[in-house]
């Protein structure tokens, strides 16, 4: 299918000799494939996953070495190595390894001179156990990354619901012009007839005045309805580019394809019931409300943790040369542990803290509410009107068949002398008009069908 978009495309640009069409198909395909709009929610959802990157390094093993000497007066005060790698889990707890190697005659009493190693851990046992600023992090840039995916759907579903209306509007000015084009054709004919007739003395001379007149009156129309026709082309130029991300100029002679009625709209759901459970349950914008809900959740728990104390345990195996465990007697010889515990009397900003990430929680369940009943609202509002057109076009198509049959009649009379120009003349404006009507009608209903669709948050998944 992508290669019959490039291919099409490039017809675009190199012209054609004859008439060529465009179906809704070809269309829509042209739109996902190339326009801006589409290449921006890929870019973004790049973004979330770069995001969702940065977020993940904070658990990244770290490996680091530092060294430093400093000599006075000839003297060898330190001489200081000591690489080291330390390895954080999603549980808080991290482990830590490294090597020391401390040289000088002016060290602290409580270093140890030479090369000694250590295998560590550190555990935090109350504040940070369950909850701490990297694993929100994570937690959060994988739902901002569902968010991107969601925030696409909706930028998707708008731009086609705009691209199809679009398209329908071009459509309908092809069959209204068309139609104009039919009617003024007949003048034509109908005013050669007259002139002959009057030439032979079978019409008065008025009635060739009549003729004319009908026949500009549909002249006019003819070029209002082209412009009409050259505008909604140019509004349908504004979805189409190409894969370099240049916009394409749709060309002159090129028509909607023959006996068109929006393809795409055979795989609609117009069952009410249906709209609104696929709505409440996989809406976009519904989604995001609840991917923002759960964002909320996490920073909630992660603002409770300022509640608890904090009260960290960290042990270091220590030994001559490099890491061993062999010989080891954790809690007899050489080992290092400490115990930290702090904890603010008052708690004021922990309190504040957690009271503030629950008071933003129960905001955003009541827009997530507002955003439901809103999303209800819309989908029976446009299922409605969906209703109401085929009702209306059901009428319409009664009507213009009337009309056309009176037309036919009238011309049947004038033919036998029995009616003027001035009668046939004002049945075919009537039906003109009718046949307006119903593509009007027809035109309204498919946008509407489009409309309903994206109203549940459905149609780009169509």
Known sequence: MKNKVLLFLLVFHVGWGQQKSLSSTEYWQIVQNFHPIVKQTLIDIKQSNASLTIARGAFDPVLQHYSTQKTLDGKNYLDYHTPSLSIP??????????????????????????????????????????????????????????MAIQDQRTELNNLLQNAMESYITWVRSHQVLQLVQANYLNATKRLDFVRKSVEFGDRPAVDTLEALTQKQTFENMLTAKAV???????????????????????????????????????????????????????????NNYRNKLDVLGIEKKLKFQSLLPKLDVSYNHLSKGGPSLYGASFLENNYKYGIKFELPLRLSEGRGAYQAAKLKLETEQLNLNQKQLQVEIKVRNYFNQFEALQKQIRTQESAYTNYQSLVKAEEMRFENGESSLFLINSREMKSLEAAEKLADLKAYLQKTTFALQASAGVLYEN
């Open 89 to 146: 889990t999603w549980y808080g707890i991290e482990f830590s390894a490294g090597i020391e190697n401390i040289q000088g005659s002016r060290l602290d009493p409580s270093q140890t001179v030479g090369q000694t190693s250590y295998l560590g851990v550190q555990i935090p046992l109350a504040k940070n156990l369950l909850m701490d600023k990297r694993r929100a992090a994570l937690q959060q840039a994988k739902i901002m990354q569902k």
């Open 228 to 286: 009409e026709f050259t505008n909604a082309r140019l509004g349908l130029s504004a979805f189409l580019w190409n894969a370099d991300n240049s916009p394409v100029d749709l060309s002159d002679d090129v028509v909607p394809a023959a006996n068109e009625e929006i393809r795409l709209l055979a795989n609609a759901d117009l069952n009410l019931t249906s709209l609104l459970d696929k709505a409440m349950q996989n809406h976009p914008e519904i």
